[in-house]
Structures are given as structure tokens and as C-alpha cells.
């Protein structure tokens, strides 16, 4: 997809599984292989510039969108916006960001966010290169919202994510990492390898040791003795609210 329609890495779509229910509908810019993995367990609505790709995944709801310079920047090629404003669906609940390809850019995004769902999930690939990391930056300052950087590519969320959902996410992170071509990792890092040894097994303890946490706290909520306490308690929350207020105004 991003690397001329190469298939998007095996830790993006493991993290869009984290972040997406499985048969919800998601929303791609820039289509390519990996549109084929992500449509049999998703609706795809994929983003396309290029004709020639325009349903090369037959499950795939395709959207060719040509590039076209923007009003707001004449140096600025970028998917037709008024197409998008008709093609989009209504609702969805990921967009994942690999494109346009190349040497276009995607800064034309950054003046489109409103076209967009703002309230779901955006998962921006290849943001170890210089371009993409500042696009995934600037969305975030634009959006307002909470940016996670791993080491190949970028999600912005509505709402902080979970422990347990992070552990996940940088464990999928590190698995493709040490699978990376060696040639492809000297392009954009001083290093090959890094000072720390890569754990998975670490992050995979995280999350196992975030669902148990997880499931004593609901044990605790599901208690008898829990419950009799948030009725006794129940009462009082008024004041409390009421104390609270006080004290803001004081300050």
C-alpha cells in the first residue's frame, strides 16, 4: 500500500483487529494488497488514485478518487475532495492513512480533516519516515487528540487506550520490527539494531497481567458488599459534587 500499493504490515492490520470490531466498517486511503486481508474481515471502503487498482480487491468497496491540485494550496495534489464528501459512508469506525502514494504527499489531508470522522480511531503507516511522522503530528495538535508513535507508524484515538491494548499493540510493533529487511531499516534509522534488547514476551506478560487486574476489579464490582456500599454512599455523592464545586470556586 504505502511503498507503491505494498501490503500494509502484519502489525497494523493485528492493531486495526485491536481497535475495530471484526465486520465493522472501516475507511482506507490507498489501496494495495493488504486491502484483500483487511476486507475479509471488514467492510472496506479503500481510497484510490490510481485506476489501475480500482477494484483489485473484489470484496473491496472502491472509491477512485484522481488527484487534483486544491484550491486552498495550488502546490498541493491531493484526492478529489468533493468526490470523497459523496463516497464516504456515514458511519464508520477506523481510517487508516496510506496515501496518496509517493512523492504527493498527503498534506492536503491536513486541510480535509473535516471531511472525516474525528471520533473513531486513525491509524497513519510509515511514520518512521520524516513526512508521514509530521502529518501524524500535525493531526493530532489539529484534532486535539492523544497520538501514540511506535516504530512504523502512528495512531490517533479519541480517548487514551488501555494498558493491556498498548502492551498488545507494541508487541505486534516489535514482532514485524524484527522482521524488517535489514536494508530498509538503514534508510531511516542510525542504527540497525536498538540499545535494548527486543521482549515481546514482556509486553505479552503486560497484557496478561492488565486482564487479570481487569477481571478482579469486576469481581469486585459484581460483590454483594460493593454494591450495598455504593447504596449506602449513594446519598451522599450530592454534597460531595456540591463540596467540589465550592472548592473550584475558591480557587
Same mark, same amino acid.
Given at each position: 500500500?504505502?511503498?507503491?500499493?505494498?501490503?500494509?504490515?502484519?502489525?497494523?492490520?493485528?492493531?486495526?483487529?485491536?481497535?475495530?470490531?471484526?465486520?465493522?466498517?472501516?475507511?482506507?486511503?490507498?489501496?494495495?494488497?493488504?486491502?484483500?486481508?483487511?476486507?475479509?474481515?471488514?467492510?472496506?471502503?479503500?481510497?484510490?488514485?490510481?485506476?489501475?487498482?480500482?477494484?483489485?480487491?473484489?470484496?473491496?468497496?472502491?472509491?477512485?478518487?484522481?488527484?487534483?491540485?486544491?484550491?486552498?494550496?495550488?502546490?498541493?495534489?491531493?484526492?478529489?475532495?468533493?468526490?470523497?464528501?459523496?463516497?464516504?459512508?456515514?458511519?464508520?469506525?477506523?481510517?487508516?492513512?496510506?496515501?496518496?502514494?509517493?512523492?504527493?504527499?498527503?498534506?492536503?489531508?491536513?486541510?480535509?480533516?473535516?471531511?472525516?470522522?474525528?471520533?473513531?480511531?486513525?491509524?497513519?503507516?510509515?511514520?518512521?519516515?520524516?513526512?508521514?511522522?509530521?502529518?501524524? %503530528?500535525?493531526?493530532?495538535?489539529?484534532?486535539?487528540?492523544?497520538?501514540?508513535?511506535?516504530?512504523?507508524?502512528?495512531?490517533?484515538?479519541?480517548?487514551?487506550?488501555?494498558?493491556?491494548?498498548?502492551?498488545?499493540?507494541? %508487541?505486534y510493533a516489535l514482532q514485524n520490527l524484527e522482521n524488517e529487511d535489514e536494508q530498509y531499516l538503514k534508510r531511516y534509522l542510525h542504527r540497525k539494531a536498538p540499545l535494548l534488547p527486543i521482549d515481546t514476551a514482556a509486553w505479552k506478560q503486560i497484557e496478561r497481567d492488565s486482564q487479570s487486574d481487569r477481571k478482579r476489579i469486576e469481581m469486585i464490582e459484581s460483590s454483594f458488599?460493593?454494591?450495598?456500599? %455504593?447504596?449506602?454512599?449513594?446519598?451522599?455523592?450530592?454534597?460531595?459534587?456540591?463540596?467540589?464545586?465550592?472548592?473550584?470556586?475558591?480557587?
Open positions: 500500500m504505502g511503498k507503491s500499493h505494498f501490503q500494509i504490515d502484519e502489525a497494523i492490520i493485528s492493531t486495526i483487529r485491536l481497535l475495530a470490531k471484526k465486520g465493522s466498517t472501516i475507511v482506507e486511503l490507498g489501496s494495495g494488497t493488504g486491502t484483500k486481508i483487511l476486507s475479509s474481515e471488514y467492510t472496506v471502503y479503500s481510497v484510490e488514485d490510481n485506476e489501475e487498482w480500482v477494484g483489485h480487491c473484489e470484496k473491496a468497496n472502491y472509491i477512485h478518487a484522481p488527484l487534483i491540485e486544491l484550491e486552498s494550496n495550488s502546490r498541493l495534489r491531493w484526492y478529489d475532495p468533493e468526490i470523497l464528501k459523496k463516497s464516504l459512508p456515514e458511519h464508520y469506525s477506523l481510517l487508516l492513512i496510506d496515501g496518496p502514494f509517493g512523492e504527493n504527499g498527503r498534506d492536503g489531508l491536513l486541510t480535509h480533516l473535516d471531511i472525516f470522522d474525528s471520533e473513531i480511531p486513525i491509524v497513519i503507516d510509515d511514520t518512521l519516515r520524516s513526512h508521514e511522522c509530521r502529518i501524524a %503530528r500535525e493531526m493530532a495538535f489539529l484534532l486535539n487528540r492523544p497520538l501514540y508513535v511506535f516504530w512504523n507508524f502512528s495512531i490517533i484515538v479519541p480517548k487514551l487506550l488501555s494498558q493491556k491494548t498498548l502492551a498488545g499493540i507494541q %508487541r458488599t460493593w454494591r450495598i456500599g %455504593r447504596m449506602i454512599t449513594r446519598p451522599l455523592w450530592p454534597i460531595h459534587k456540591l463540596r467540589s464545586m465550592i472548592r473550584k470556586k475558591r480557587r
